[in-house]
């Protein structure tokens, strides 16, 4: 493994335009459980994925009712106030400062990477800590609505301050599409990188995973993974290598060879 820590800082440093796809994996170290490791959700409980598909549907059906769902329960990802960002996180954000990273399309919900510092990151998959106009696409902090208030006064769902619209979570749905401007700029990033760093991802989710796909069109551009298991992406001769391991460790290694490189940007 240690060479290919080598090899991925080399590569690294000899990109112009690197960015790092990431996944539920990077973020297990923190606590928060992915979907299809070997202890995720889905893996453990096949009917809470069952359910997770029908959360669309209900807030296309009936955005009321979906709200109240979602105040009668725990979240399936347990309280994301209280996760830290973990070293895998910290590492993807200290690429960044030093100049070597320039762009993070995450899956993940649960802003880790922005509280580990990363600066541009695009949440694919939307924010749990956002809110989003289902008509005008406008992001509201989480805290500019009092939902329980909103609960108990029976205005429920909470309504677009721009447009009147409907609002829903960020969070993208099963079957509920990529939002525009994520899908188009995640899109263009693919498109210009010529180096793509996918992490703890099984790539298996739809559209996320054509993204690799967009970027190896370049014959050029380097795809590497770092990821616990060999995902269609390694079987199918997409990535150029693995790094089979955790996040949490060999991101961290791969800044330290970074730094020992003499040609940082
Ligand atoms: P996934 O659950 O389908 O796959 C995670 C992959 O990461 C697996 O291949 C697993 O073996 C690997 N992995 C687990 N821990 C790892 C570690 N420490 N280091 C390296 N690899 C590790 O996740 P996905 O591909 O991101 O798809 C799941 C979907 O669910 C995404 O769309 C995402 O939005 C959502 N999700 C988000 C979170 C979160 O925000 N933290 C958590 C669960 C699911």
């Not at 959360?55 to 329960?73: A, H, I, Q």
């Not at 910290?90 to 995450?106: M, N, P, R, W, Y």
């Not at 301050?161 to 829903?168: D, L, M, Q, S, T």
């Not at 994520?182 to 991802?201: F, N, P, Q, R, W």
């Amino acid at each position: 493994m240690n060479e290919l820590i080598k090899r991925a800082a080399e590569d690294l440093v000899k990109s112009k335009y690197a960015i790092s796809l990431t996944g539920a994996g990077i973020s297990t170290e923190s606590g928060i459980p992915d979907f299809r490791g070997p202890s995720g959700i889905w893996t453990k409980n096949p009917d809470a994925e069952r359910k997770a598909y029908e959360r669309y549907d209900r807030f296309k059906r009936n955005p009321k009712e979906y709200w109240e769902e979602r105040l009668s329960g725990p979240s399936l990802l347990g309280d994301l106030e209280k996760v830290l960002p973990n070293a895998g996180h910290d590492a993807l954000a200290e690429l960044e400062s030093l100049g070597v990273l320039k762009c993070i399309v995450t899956q993940n919900i649960d802003n880790l990477h922005q509280r580990a510092g990363s600066k541009k990151v695009l949440d694919y998959h939307g924010n749990a800590f956002i809110l989003r106009c289902f008509s005008c696409n406008a992001r509201y902090d989480l805290k500019e609505f009092d939902i329980e208030e909103l609960r108990r006064a029976d205005q429920l769902p909470p309504v677009c301050k721009e447009c009147g619209g409907v609002i829903k979570s960020d969070v993208v749905h099963f079957n509920e599409p990529i939002p525009s401007d994520v899908a188009g700029k995640s899109v263009e990033e693919a498109e210009i990188c010529d180096l793509m760093l996918i992490c703890g991802t099984s790539a298996v989710v739809f559209p996320f995973a054509n993204l690799p796909r967009i970027a190896k069109v370049r014959s050029r551009t380097v795809l590497i993974e770092i990821n616990a298991e060999p995902t269609p992406l390694t079987e199918e001769g997409i990535s150029e290598y693995l790094i089979q391991g955790k996040t949490g460790h060999v991101l961290p290694n791969i800044v330290e060879e970074v730094k020992k490189l003499p040609s940082l940007p």
